[in-house]
Each structure stands twice: as C-alpha cells, then as structure tokens.
C-alpha cells in the first residue's frame, strides 16, 4: 500500500486521528484520514495526543470534547500496533527517485505520490504534481532542457516533449507543432488526450486543439481509446488528490470523458463500482454516464450495483441516470423499491423519480400500495398519481374486482380489501381525472364493508365536490350502482357511524324516489342516526311521500287498539308520519283532512304531532272546512265535540288552544261545550283563555250565556283576571301602583272566594306573607286570589 502521507510503500491501516486546541469562546481543530504507514501513525498520534493534553481543555466546549478526541485517538493508535515498520528499501526507493527529482531539476516543494500496479509488472507509477508516468530502467526522457521542441522535432520527439512534467512551455509548444502535421500525427493522439487534462490552461487548449486538427473524429478513434485507461484514471485521482488547480483540471476531464461517449462507458462504469472510500469520482462519473444518455446504457448493471452504495450521494446520482435511460433501465426496478424506503427524503425523491421514468407496468405497482413501509406505499401513489391516464384502467380493475368478489368469501380477503381501500383513495386524489372510473366507484357505495363504503363516498367527494348537491350526478350514481335493487345496501348505510357516508346514502336514496315503502319502517328504528336519516329523507322526497304517509296517519286514526299487533311501535310511526307531513309544509295540504282525524285521537303525543302538522302546513288551519268535516264524518257531530272537549284537558297548551278554535266551527251545535270552555277562562297560558272566551262570544253570544253555564266565582272574576300574566309573580308586578280603594277590592273578592271565611282569608295571607316578606299588601292579595282562582280550575 502507499501511505498517504509520506508516499513510502509500505503496509498502512486506515486511521483517523483528531486534534484540538482551545480558546475560552473559540477552538481549532484538525484531522488526518487515510491509510498511514508505521512511522506515519506513530508520528501524528503522538503530536496530536500532546496537543490535545495541554491545549485542548480550554473552553467549555473543548473541555467536553477534548476526552473523546484522545479516546478516539488512543483506540485508533491501538488498531495500529501490529503494523509492520517502514523497509529500508522503501525508504532507499523514495530517496532514490528524490535524488532524480533534484538531478533534473524538478520542483523541490512537490510531493511524491504512487499509485497501485499488477503485481506482475515490473513497471513503477510515479505520481509527480499530479501527472502520472509509466517508468522503466530509463523512465525519464533525457531531453536537453536548454532547448524545446521546434518544427524539425520529429513526432516522436514531440510525444516525449508532450511528457515533459518540468515544462509546460514545452508541452505547450509540443502541442501547437503536432496541429499542422495532420493525421500523420495520429500516434500523438493519446499523449495529447493526456495532455488535455494538463495542470496548465494554455497546454490544454493546445493539445485540444491539436486533436481536432489531426482527427476531427477523434472521439471514435483507435488511438483515442488507447488512452481511454490513462484517462479514466487521471479522472479518479483529480477527484481524490484535490489541488488548487483540481477544479479547472477536473472539469476539463468531465468535458473530454463527455465528447468520447460511448468508448468511455465501461471504464467509467468500472469506476463507479470500485470499493473506494472516496465518492467524488464515482459521482461524477454517474453524471457523465447520465450526459452521454442511450449511448451509456451498456452501464445499467454497474448503475443498478451502487443503487445499494452506502453514499445517499451515490444513490441519488444513481438513480437520476437510471431516469434518463427510461424504459432501458427497467432491471432496476427491485432496487428502486428498496430505495423507496430509504429513510433520507432526498433518496426517496431520486428514486420515485427514476420509477416514474422507467415507466413500469401499473400491475407491478399495485402491491405496493398496501407495502409495510408507509415511505414505499407514499411513493407509488405518487407514481401512480403522475402516470394517472395510464394507471386508471387497472386502478379500475381492482375495484371492479373486490365489488363483484367480495360476497363470495374469495382469498386473501384483507389483502385484498387493504388494496381496494387504497386504491380508492387514490383515485379520489386522480380528482376529476378520474370522472370516468365513478361509475365503478358507484358499486363500493353499496358494499358490505364499512371501510369501502367510506373510502368511495371519499374518492366521490374528491372527483367531484359537488355530486351530492348534484341530482343528476346523484340517479347516475345509483343507476350503476344497480338502480332499485342496491336500496337495501343504501339502506344499510345509513346506520354507518361515519356522517359523510350516511348523507351520502341519504342522497343516493333521495334519489331514487321508490324507496319510500323501505324508509317508512325506519322512522322508528332503534338507531336514531337511521330514524333521523329516514326523516329527513322522507321530507326531501316531499310530495312523492304523501299516499304513504296518508295510509300510515289514517290506519292509525281509524284502527283500534285490537286490529294493530304492536300498538306503541304503530303509535310511534304514526307521530313521525305526522312530523314528516308537517316538515312537507304546504305542499301536503291533500293531507289535512286526514291530519285532522288525529285531532280527536286518543293518543295525546298523537294529537299534539297532528296540531303542530296542521300549524306547519297551513298557520290557518282552524278555518278549513275541510277539517271539521273530516272530524264529523269520523263519528258524528255530537260524538266528534265530545272527543273534541276531552282534547281541553290536554296537558299542552298548544293542543288545548286548537281544540278550542276547532270546537268554533261547529258554532251553535258546540253549546254543550259551554261549561267546558268556561273552566278554560282561568288556564294558565292566556292565549287559551282568550280562545275560550272568544268561543264562548261566537257559539253562545246571549249576555246570559255565561250567567246560565258559569259558576259564579268564574262569572265574577272572568273580567278582572282575564291578562296575559303566566304566574303570580309576574301578576303581582303590576298592582304596585293600586289605589287603597282597589286594595279593598281586592279584599272583598278574596272573601267571596272563600264564601265569607275571614278567617281562612287572613291565614292565608298570613301564609303568603311569610314566604314573600318583601310584598307589598295589595300584592300578597293579588297572589292569593290568582291561586285560589288556578286551584278552583
């Protein structure tokens, strides 16, 4: 091996030694790397370790780090014990070629470099300011250096000139006098490809030049691919032994390797596979490959090898060639699935690059949608996603697939549903892209499994946002996914625990327009996300609900409770039948006079939902003809008032106030009611006792109609206490400015009350005074007698 440092020949080791220096608030630092002989290792151990100790702990900084540095040192030195000292021979060698360094009057300052050969040559490589030379016994031309090449030098002459590392002058002019000779100078062509990768500007234009002059076609030239090894390896160490002038050099190096194309192929392919620590060269050599395009496709095995290099920079490089080979670089297809997992983003990126490039079949991508790594299921999508018009069809397939297999209990079930749910989703982010594949999508709506369910009312969602509010969109979904016969499976969704799945099943069965004998049994469904989604359809339906809804509502008027097996559950139907006709609004007034039959049902929660349908539908209701006609016809005139009078009782004041102003259109056929219309003077909600004394006027207008069918409590207080105060409280708030004239009033119709008890008169305001310490007296009056006047109804 040759050492790094001193150039000897002589076993080394790989090491890597630290150095640190502080500085309170700053530090300095330095390292050697590389393969060091014996005398090497211990001399830079020992000067780094010494440093460390006595400079390396100022600062908190260095004080943290300096411990690490001398134990990574130490352990490092250790490593090296058994290393075999530096041969006097190696040393006599280097001395040696010193001592002709100096005889031929070569740059004292440059350091001497070798590189490996065969074993089985007995030529040495000498590497001097970075030029590179086979030597034998008489390596060295033995050129006067007082002249230079001229035009009587022979081509021979100048090639030797061309090689002259001493001069550049005289390879500058070597290469300017081989320009004119022509193709007779097409021996010349290797050292001139040499010398365009001179250390010298001038040298390299020159021999540049020169090569096009004798061979404009140089790049397929024999001569030319005799240099191509030299070259390639002259490349390499431009990247590893880095100079000042390395940069322009390298990248005249990348420029040739470039216009040589396709010779240069296997040489730079060979280098890029090479066990090398050193990544530059490699790197760029993958990107001169990548320039020279379909010409380097010979290098797509050596490309697919460093795909697994330990260098994310390597892999990267890798996988942009392969990209620009496409379709050529198919093999790699394995390895780029393995970089898809790469944890570095960076790689990942070069490699979805590369797979959308080599442009694989969608039947290859497939099973990586449900792969273990997310990083790999991310990246396909994305694939798939940039190849969408050719990926739609067996995006498709899939789905067609799991909707018409599914129920039959196939293999790999959750295999197959993973892959199903994924690809729905890809084809929602496809967005509109993907319209023509929503006829397919329509048959998840309707599958068994919750998850497909959910991920098509998805990808729906995504290909076109508006499809709900959409009703054509809506029918043509439901015709694909089989018309009438998928009502049930719609039916099912809507006791999906997911809302956007049960509104989309709701506006599948809205559409549909034919699902209203399956939805009426919902309305009392256990679930109430069903009960409710039920509803709501049946509303939206609208006027198409309404022969269904009538039969429910009139079977439960007119039915008894022994003609019906479950009365309550009935009930219940009949009260949503009820809150449906009513949410319908005006466009149901064909049902009213059924809805009037429930008026006098026995059920309360019947004949309230009945009020309140009959309210929404027409606000004035109580003056249809139509509904007291209906109610007669039920039961008779007298039968229909009685039943109407026991709605007066009802414990909701809603209900009371209707059968009152019903009770109206019957006029003087309702007298009977009379007595029972004046308890309802004193109800508790005014606008009841308004409607009875209106009642009262309109069926009974004599004066003597209230002296004849009241009680006399009633007939006296049925004046004064005639306001809209809904408690004592609030009653009482309004006497605070009453006369004592009013207040004696107030006192004499107490006693009346209570039938001349002053006794009971003055306990019980002495009651309400000790819970209302704070009222006045002509309000604790006022209490007592709103009371006595509530009990007494």
């Not at 019957?666 to 004046?678: C, M, R």
Request: aromatic share 6%.
């Amino acid at each position: 091996m040759i050492c790094k440092c001193c150039g000897a020949e002589a076993p080394t080791k790989y090491v890597e030694f630290y150095q640190n220096i502080g500085a309170l608030f700053v530090r300095y630092h330095s390292q050697i790397k590389g393969n060091l002989c014996k005398s090497c290792v211990n001399k830079y151990f020992w000067r780094f370790t010494l440093i460390n100790l006595t400079l390396g702990w100022w600062g908190v900084l260095s004080f943290c780090l300096t411990p690490f540095l001398i134990l990574n040192n130490i352990i490092r030195y250790l490593g090296t014990l058994r290393l075999q000292s530096v041969t006097g021979s190696s040393t006599a060698r280097i001395g040696e070629k010193q001592r002709n360094n100096s005889a031929t009057k070569f740059h004292s300052s440059e350091r001497v470099q070798r590189d490996h050969l065969d074993p089985d040559s007995s030529k040495l490589l000498v590497r001097e300011r970075d030029k590179s030379w086979i030597n034998t016994t008489d390596d060295r031309p033995n050129l006067p250096r007082e002249s230079g090449p001229s035009s009587d030098s022979s081509i021979e002459d100048l090639i030797e000139y061309l090689r002259c590392v001493n001069n550049s002058e005289f390879r500058r002019l070597a290469a300017e006098l081989l320009a004119p000779i022509g193709p007779t100078a097409t021996p010349a062509m290797s050292a001139l490809l040499i010398a365009c990768v001179d250390v010298d500007a001038s040298v390299r234009k020159a021999a540049f030049d020169a090569l096009n002059s004798i061979d404009p076609n140089w790049t397929h030239n024999s001569e030319t691919q005799k240099a191509l090894p030299r070259l390639t390896k002259e490349f390499k160490h431009l990247y590893c032994f880095k100079k000042s002038y390395s940069e322009e050099v390298s990248k005249a190096a990348d420029k040739l390797l470039r216009q040589i194309g396709k010779p240069a192929v296997s040489y730079l392919a060979n280098l890029i596979v090479e066990e090398e620590d050193k990544i530059e060269y490699k790197i760029h050599a993958i990107w001169i490959l990548k320039d020279i395009g379909s010409d380097a496709t010979s290098a797509v095995p050596q490309l697919i090898q460093v795909l697994s290099c330990k260098a994310s920079k390597v892999r990267i490089a890798a996988a942009e060639a392969l990209a620009n080979f496409r379709t050529a670089a198919k093999a790699a297809i394995p390895e780029i699935f393995v970089g898809l997992a790469d944890r570095d983003v960076d790689v990942r990126e070069a490699m979805l690059t590369c797979l959308v490039a080599i442009e694989p079949e969608v039947a290859d991508l497939l099973p990586f949608l449900v792969h273990k790594n997310p990083n790999v299921r991310e990246a396909v999508a994305d694939a798939l996603i940039q190849i969408r018009p050719q990926a739609l069809p067996a995006l498709t397939a899939v789905v067609l697939q799991w909707c018409t297999n599914s129920k039959a209990g196939t293999e790999n079930v959750e295999t197959n549903q993973k892959m199903t749910e994924a690809v729905l989703q890809l084809l929602g982010k496809f967005g509109p892209d993907a319209s023509v594949a929503m006829p397919t999508i329509a048959l998840a709506l309707v599958d068994p499994n919750p998850t497909i369910k959910l991920a098509a009312v998805r990808a729906l969602e995504n290909i076109d946002r508006d499809w709900l509010s959409d009703p054509a969109v809506v029918k043509a979904i439901v015709s694909f996914a089989g018309g009438e016969a998928a009502i049930p499976e719609l039916i099912v969704g809507l006791a999906d625990q997911n809302e956007d799945v049960r509104k989309a099943m709701m506006a599948c069965l809205i559409a549909t327009e034919t699902a209203v004998p399956d939805l009426l049994p919902l309305l009392v469904d256990k679930n109430p996300n069903v009960r409710e989604a039920a509803l709501d359809i049946l509303i939206q339906i609208g006027s198409h609900t309404l022969p269904a809804l009538i039969r429910i509502v009139s079977q439960g008027c007119t039915k008894s409770r022994t003609d019906i097996d479950n009365v309550e559950q009935y009930q219940k139907m009949t009260e949503a039948a009820l809150q449906v006709l009513g949410e319908i609004g005006s466009d149901a007034s064909l049902a009213m006079p059924t809805i009037a039959l429930a008026l006098v049902a026995p059920n309360p929660t019947i004949k309230l939902a009945a009020v309140r349908a009959l309210g929404n539908i027409d606000h004035n209701w109580v003056s249809n003809p139509a509904i007291v006609k209906a109610i007669v016809s039920l039961a008779g005139a007298e039968a229909a008032i009685s039943k109407i009078v026991v709605g007066f009782t009802d414990r909701n004041s809603d209900v009371r106030k209707a059968m009152v102003r019903c009770l109206v259109q019957f006029g003087a056929t309702a007298k009977p009611a009379v007595p029972n219309l004046q308890r309802l003077l004193t109800d508790l909600d005014p606008e009841v006792r308004k409607a009875a004394a209106d009642a009262l006027m309109q069926i009974d207008p004599k004066p003597t109609a209230i002296e004849k069918h009241a009680d006399p409590p009633s007939r006296d207080t049925l004046g004064k206490y005639f306001r809209p105060e809904p408690s004592a409280s609030a009653q009482a708030s309004h006497i605070h400015s009453k006369s004592s004239s009013q207040l004696h009033s107030l006192k004499r119709d107490l006693l009346r009350l209570l039938q001349g008890d002053s006794q009971a008169c003055q306990r019980l305001i002495e009651l309400e005074r000790r819970k209302n310490p704070q009222r006045k007296e002509d309000e604790l009056y006022e209490i007592v007698i709103y009371q006595l006047v509530r009990d007494r109804r």
